[in-house]
């Protein structure tokens, strides 16, 4: 019948039209990941066994090793893994065919850096793997902030910095986030929101460490929301005041 078409247009329009809003106001909310969302791709260096399937696997030679031979067990042992983000897909090819699960996806997909350069990650061998083999329960020393062995020289650096301007938040956090904002008065607000609720300091700090426009950005709409929410319950109680 001439014009259905159209009408079955308009039927999906008006479904969507009340149908509940998923927008998601992004970057101050995250959105919802799926479980087997793929992000960032990292790999467990101390289970690698230098094998290169996972080189070879790769369609955009994204991944590359430096390997050597170990001396005692005459073995093939791991000193470098690099990680060249920018080329990877994520078909998973690597991940599937790697025979020590040692590749993994994770949920970060906030990827982009301000040079090229940046996007590479390399892996480096911890000197605690050329150690003699700790006996069974030994291997936790129970020392605090130790960093985690196989993670790359940027994300030890990006993770001490985190750590530095975390202090600094807790210390003094109107100075430090005045430089995020507009005015001293945004700074205390802000100061209020992050100190209400801690996932919020942590997102503005790795903004800090990583991107500074950003932070800004996040910072300046974190005060705006907040002064809205301000607004909108003083003309509340206003209204209910003139009731
Ligand atoms: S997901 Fe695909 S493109 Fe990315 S590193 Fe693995 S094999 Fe290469
Ligand atoms: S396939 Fe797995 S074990 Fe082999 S080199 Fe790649 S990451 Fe290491």
Redesign the pocket.
């Known amino acids: 019948m001439y014009g259905t078409g159209l009408l079955k247009g308009m039927a999906i329009t008006l479904k969507y039209f009340f149908s509940k809003k998923i927008t998601v106001q992004y970057p101050e909310e995250m959105p919802q990941l799926q479980e087997r969302f793929?992000g960032r791709?990292y790999i467990e260096f101390e289970k690698c066994i230098a094998c290169g399937i996972?080189t070879k696997?790769?369609?955009?030679?994204?991944?590359s090793l430096e390997d050597a031979r170990d001396e005692n067990t005459k073995k093939k042992k791991l000193i470098s893994y690099t990680?060249d983000?920018q080329?990877?897909?994520?078909?998973?090819?690597?991940?599937e065919?790697c025979p020590s699960h040692c590749?993994h996806?994770n949920h970060d997909f906030e990827m982009s850096k301000y040079n090229r350069e940046d996007i590479k990650e390399v892996y480096h061998r911890p000197p605690e793997m050329d150690q003699v083999a700790p006996s069974a329960g030994t291997s936790d020393s129970g020392e605090a902030n130790e960093p985690a062995p196989g993670l790359p020289e940027e994300a030890l650096k990006k993770q001490k910095k985190i750590e530095a301007l975390m202090t600094a938040l807790d210390k003094n956090p109107v100075k430090v986030l005045s430089r995020y904002v507009e005015n001293e008065e945004d700074a205390q607000i802000l100061a209020g929101i992050i100190q209400a609720d801690r996932s919020k300091a942590e997102k503005i700090v790795e903004l800090m460490a990583d991107d500074q426009d950003k932070a800004r950005k996040v910072a300046v709409a974190f005060v705006n929301k907040e002064k809205k929410q301000r607004q909108s319950q003083g003309e509340g109680g206003e209204k209910h005041e003139h009731e």
Request: glycine letters at 0%; one cysteine or more; hydrophobic letters at 40%.
């Open positions: 793929r791709l996972c696997t790769c369609p955009n030679d994204v991944l990680i983000h080329y990877c897909m994520f078909c998973n090819l690597c991940v065919n590749l996806f």
